[in-house]
């Protein structure tokens, strides 16, 4: 926007992005560090993907249901800012990972870019903490998907969340014989997947009026979002689905609950089948963290097996992402202590003219023994400092 000579432009940040100043980018950093630290205990490496990637090679991996950023390079090739890391990871891979020894066990730490209407006033920038096994399957790798999850949770500091499981498997299986019966199209399919995933019952309930539908299957649709609980959960749904021949999923997500029942974790994970996640890519096991307060998912992963196979390779796999914006949220909720570095205890060392490279000297000695160390001159003017902590009630995206 072009300003008058005389008028100043107004310096702010571009609707949905922040800069993050000292306080706050120092409990940031504390965070991360933390749940860098946690995931690599258990092997997972770390990686770093592109900010741009070519939006055709994408979505050879699944659709995307966000809606990214795109520009056109010099080149001419429709490009787009990171929308979702797990689609990266896959692409990565199939092509420079593609001759090492699987199972493959990857961490990142990543800012993605999705836009959003003004009027909802969301973040346009996020950062994901997260991880991508690939060439791991089973109950046993579904597992450690829950189990590291809650790791990683504790190390941020949480306590109070709970996360629950899903799978893809029934619902899927269910709408593909609605399909087959010529009652519904794909279209309608996709919508009764998002009102799933929206938890808008409302929705459901008006999806699955449409004419000429199977009353056994309107009968699932419509209850099959409200079971939750613990491992009897799998069973209620099993009655329910075994006279269509419906099994996808139900087992694996049996046995994988009983895993977490065994290692002491059943009071904060439960079995949830209204937890559908919006990206068509997951293939068996969903998962979802909460926090109380909080008004959406702390994150969320599950099981892909078929990605990989847009981008020419087969192979299983499995991760999860969780928002670290919305761990701070869940913290301040929490009303616990902000892990930000304690600067009270900067030292000063005074630069004399008369040997400026003494105080360099000194300085270095006191920070090879940890300490914070500043340096000023001796003719200098001197202001008491106080350390740049942000007081956050509130975390707020703008």
């Avoid at 002491?264 to 926090?291: H, M, R």
């Avoid at 001159?377 to 008491?384: A, D, M």
């Amino acid at each position: 926007m072009k300003q008058g000579r005389n008028r100043a432009v107004i310096p702010v940040t571009p609707r949905g992005f922040k800069d993050v100043l000292p306080g706050e980018a120092r409990w940031r950093e504390s965070i991360i560090s933390k749940t860098r630290k946690t995931l690599a205990l258990w092997g997972y490496a770390p990686i770093e993907t592109p900010t741009l990637e070519v939006l055709e090679v994408l979505e050879q991996g699944g659709t995307l249901t966000s809606t990214p950023f795109r520009l056109f390079d010099t080149d001419n090739e429709l490009l787009v800012l990171r929308p979702d890391v797990t689609l990266q990871v896959a692409r990565m891979a199939a092509s420079r990972l593609k001759k090492e020894d699987l199972p493959l066990r990857l961490r990142y730490v990543e800012r993605i870019y999705r836009e959003e209407e003004s009027q909802r006033g969301l973040s346009r920038q996020l950062t994901q903490i997260g991880v991508e096994a690939i060439g791991f399957s089973g109950m046993y790798a579904d597992a450690e998907m829950v189990l590291l999850l809650v790791d990683t949770l504790r190390a941020a500091g949480l306590t109070d969340f709970t996360i629950a499981l899903g799978t893809v498997g029934v619902l899927r299986e269910l709408l593909e014989l609605c399909v087959e019966s010529k009652a519904v199209d794909e279209a309608w399919s996709a919508e009764l997947i998002k009102a799933f995933h929206a938890g808008n019952y409302v929705a459901i309930e008006q999806l699955t009026n449409a004419p000429g539908l199977d009353a056994r299957y309107v009968e699932i649709l419509r209850v099959l979002p409200t079971i939750s609980g613990k491992s009897e959960a799998v069973e209620r749904v099993r009655k329910m689905v075994a006279p269509l021949g419906i099994v996808n999923g139900l087992e694996q997500l049996y046995d994988t609950y009983t895993i977490i029942e065994g290692a002491g974790l059943a009071p904060q994970v439960n079995i949830d089948f209204s937890v559908v996640s919006a990206f068509d890519y997951y293939t068996g096991l969903v998962i979802e963290a909460y926090a109380p307060g909080l008004g959406k998912a702390l994150g969320s992963g599950g099981r892909y097996d078929r990605m990989l196979e847009g981008f020419g390779i087969s192979a299983p796999a499995a991760g999860f992402a969780v928002s670290l914006e919305s761990i701070m949220q869940a913290l301040l909720n929490e009303d616990a202590a902000e892990q930000q570095e304690d600067t009270s205890d900067t030292l000063t060392v005074t630069i004399s003219d008369g040997n400026p490279a003494e105080a360099f000297i000194k300085a270095k000695y006191l920070r090879s023994q940890g300490k914070v160390v500043t340096l000023e001159p001796e003719n200098g003017t001197r202001h008491e400092r106080r350390p740049l902590l942000l007081p956050m009630r509130r975390f707020s995206n703008e």
